[in-house]
């Protein structure tokens, strides 16, 4: 289930508030400039179908983004569980970044953690299936898929190396929670 949690950057440990309803959701993010949509597929679509298949199916809403956001490429990324790599690619974005450019993912399946640190707040977004996120260039945040990663998602690009993470040095990352399934987080 989708959920947002807001916490104040000093209290990693109590949420100020908690929403698990979407158009709620979109509202808060929507405050700090950060979009947030819910996508139904125009045809079944499951993890280990090809990505023209994916992107078929969403074809209608990833057409009207690159038209309003002019991005130049979009492509399909999925990651299993079993996947040999997955503990560095789980690393590479838990600590605060920002890119110089939207990071936009729209989840097929699965699901990831978005934590946002927007001046003294800090936003937790659990992505699910059919969610897409839009945090806004030099956005600093932090990305978590979790210890055994298991999601597809469509990402969009302005340029090659716009997702390039450009790292803050600071320790906030460490002290908010991480996705962890079984705890329920």
């Not at 400039?33 to 298949?53: C, H, I, L, T, Y």
């Not at 699965?110 to 659990?126: I, K, M, N, Q, R």
Request: aromatic residues 10%.
């Amino acid at each position: 289930m989708s959920r947002l949690r807001i916490f104040a950057e000093n209290e990693p440990g109590t949420p100020v508030s908690s929403t698990t309803d979407r158009g709620r959701m979109a509202e808060e993010l929507g405050r700090i400039g950060v979009a947030f949509e819910q996508w139904e597929a125009s045809q079944p679509v499951a993890p280990g179908d090809a990505p023209e298949v994916i992107m078929a199916a969403y074809r209608a809403d990833i057409d009207r983004l690159v038209a309003e956001r002019g991005f130049k490429s979009v492509d399909v990324v999925s990651i299993a569980p079993d996947n040999p790599n997955r503990e560095e690619m789980r690393r590479k974005f838990l600590d605060e970044h920002f890119h110089k450019e939207d990071e936009v993912r729209f989840f097929v399946a699965g699901s990831g953690l978005f934590t946002l640190h927007v001046g003294d707040g800090v936003y937790e977004v659990l992505c699910e299936a059919g969610d897409l996120i839009a945090v806004p260039d030099g956005t600093t945040h932090w990305f978590d898929m979790g210890p055994e990663p298991s999601f597809v998602a469509i990402r969009f690009f302005t340029e090659p190396d716009g997702w390039v993470g450009h790292f803050t040095g600071t320790d906030i990352a460490q002290r908010f929670p991480r996705l962890d399934p079984e705890a329920g987080r």
